[in-house]
């Protein structure tokens, strides 16, 4: 049971580039989420997928698009980065009962 | 609209005080809490959460937290700090009806000193 796992863990790109940050969970839930977190800011959403087949805005959307794959993947896509989007990346779960659960997290920096 | 406040974002203790993180929340709708710790280099793991149960509420590692209504508050409570406890404690809240997302408070480092 691996619970949340995330890809990469690290990754550099440059200014312009596009990437797609891969986030898989096992634990049958139906809720997953992509934050970012910055020092001094906690931890931002950026979008949820509620349900399967279903993704909303979150607090920072911007220049971010997702895909619920399926119930197990929820993939977070930066089509052109900009040096705003240097952050740590974390993807999470939950089920039923409100708690999320949490990726190790993609450190991602744009030059 | 529903937010969340963490006091100080640096708290230093010594070995063996008493650690007290502060959280305090705004909601006009009963919340459920939370209470995560971050270790460098590592995701959010869960501490503790309150869910309109008892207000006491006992978690990993020797941590407690109380929910005061009063007070709008949750604040996080070690009696005695470990140098293993030195991390980011971050406090959260959820509303019912909105697909559990979270909002989070800004974080509080806690440094333990010999």
């Known amino acids: 049971n691996a619970g949340v796992t995330q890809t990469p863990k690290f990754q550099v790109l440059k200014t312009g580039q596009s990437m797609t940050l891969q986030c898989a969970q096992d634990?049958?839930?139906?809720?997953m989420y992509w934050y970012r977190q910055d020092p001094g800011m906690g931890l931002r959403l950026i979008y949820y997928?509620?349900?399967?087949?279903?993704?909303d805005k979150g607090e920072v959307p911007n220049g971010y698009n997702v895909s619920r794959l399926n119930k197990r993947e929820f993939s977070l896509r930066l089509e052109s980065a900009a040096p705003s989007q240097t952050s740590v990346y974390f993807c999470?779960?939950?089920?039923?009962?409100?708690?999320?659960?949490f990726g190790p997290g993609t450190r991602l920096t744009v030059t | 609209a529903q937010s969340v406040t963490q006091l100080g974002s640096h708290v230093s203790v010594s070995e063996g005080a008493l650690v007290l993180l502060r959280c305090n929340y705004s909601?006009?709708?009963?919340?459920?809490l939370f209470w995560y710790v971050q270790y460098p280099n590592q995701g959010l793991q869960l501490l503790l959460k309150?869910?309109?149960?008892?207000?006491l509420v006992k978690g990993i590692n020797g941590f407690e937290a109380e929910f005061k209504k009063s007070e709008t508050s949750f604040h996080l409570t070690k009696p005695s700090a470990h140098m293993s406890d030195a991390a980011e404690y971050f406090c959260?809240?959820?509303?019912?009806?909105?697909?559990?997302?979270?909002?989070f408070g800004t974080g509080t480092r806690l440094q333990v000193t010999l």
């Open positions: 999470a779960s939950s089920g039923l009962v409100y708690e999320q659960y």
């Open positions: 634990m049958n839930h139906n809720s």
């Open positions: 997928s509620a349900s399967e087949g279903t993704t």
């Open positions: 909601s006009s709708v009963p919340p459920y």
């Open positions: 309150y869910t309109s149960a008892a207000t």
């Open positions: 959260a809240v959820s509303f019912t009806g909105t697909a559990s997302k979270l909002t």
